[in-house]
């Protein structure tokens, strides 16, 4: 049971827009800044956004993450083939004093 | 370039001890927390703990506090993580990544070394 939720699964045609959630508390995601990994099949997770809403040199801007009291998202516009992965979410949640993950959620491109 | 390097797949028996390695390269190893990530087989991410180089400062999220130990060495910039008796439930790739941000309420993990497989089976 991760402490924070996410959906296991979300998908979209190649051109459409998808978003995907992670939800927790007031220790973790409303009190701190959001993170979120992309693995792509077979390799090691990559940055994707970090401090909720930043993306790291070389990453597409048509992925963006955003945050609204305890719940945070991450979406990707235009989806491309590509972009299939599974997607977490983490933060560091103060009452357990180190970070956590979502449990992940797949991203199937139809 | 900043890079993390593990070391190879492991396959060991059940009560067997076992360290694997993460070198950092590219960067000021001792300046920069290291952490390490649990994946067990078709699982999600788990997050096992975190260590400071320059003061060796480990912290451990409860699933993993005194099941594992993480050090490191900074005279050969690498990190370590050690089972001193391994068990079937084990079995998972281990992955290490450096920490960034201003301060650990607000970190992130960037880069990722590239996994080590372990394998526990009798």
């Known amino acids: 049971q991760s402490v924070l939720t996410q959906p296991p699964s979300a998908s979209g045609t190649p051109g459409q827009s998808v978003t995907i959630s992670c939800s927790g508390s007031?220790?973790?995601?409303?009190?701190?800044?959001v993170n979120w990994y992309q693995q792509l099949p077979g390799t090691a997770p990559k940055l994707l956004i970090f401090?909720?809403?930043q993306r790291p040199s070389g990453v597409p801007d048509r992925f963006s993450g955003s945050k609204s009291g305890t719940s945070a998202s991450l979406a990707i516009s235009g989806l491309q083939s590509e972009d299939e992965a599974d997607y977490y979410c983490?933060?560091?949640?103060?009452?357990?004093?180190?970070?956590?993950f979502g449990g992940g959620t797949k991203l199937t491109v139809l | 370039e900043v890079l993390l390097l593990q070391s190879g797949a492991e396959v060991k028996q059940p009560g067997e001890s076992l360290k694997i390695s993460c070198k950092g390269s590219?960067?000021?190893?001792?300046?920069?927390?290291i952490g390490w990530v649990r994946q067990m087989p078709g699982k999600g991410l788990e997050w096992m703990g975190i260590?400071?180089?320059?003061?060796?400062?480990?912290r451990y999220t409860t699933s993993f506090q005194g099941q594992v130990t993480i050090s490191t060495d900074k005279s050969i910039n690498t990190a370590f993580l050690h089972w001193s008796s391994l068990k079937a439930s084990d079995t998972a790739m281990y992955y290490c990544?450096?920490?960034?941000?201003?301060?650990?309420?607000?970190?992130?993990?960037?880069?990722w070394g590239q996994g080590t497989l372990v394998s526990v089976s009798s």
């Open positions: 590219g960067y000021s190893f001792s300046g920069y927390w």
């Open positions: 983490a933060a560091w949640d103060d009452s357990l004093n180190c970070g956590v």
């Open positions: 260590i400071y180089p320059d003061t060796s400062e480990t």
């Open positions: 990544a450096r920490v960034r941000g201003p301060q650990l309420k607000t970190n992130w993990f960037d880069p």
């Open positions: 007031t220790s973790n995601i409303g009190s701190n800044t």
């Open positions: 401090s909720t809403d």
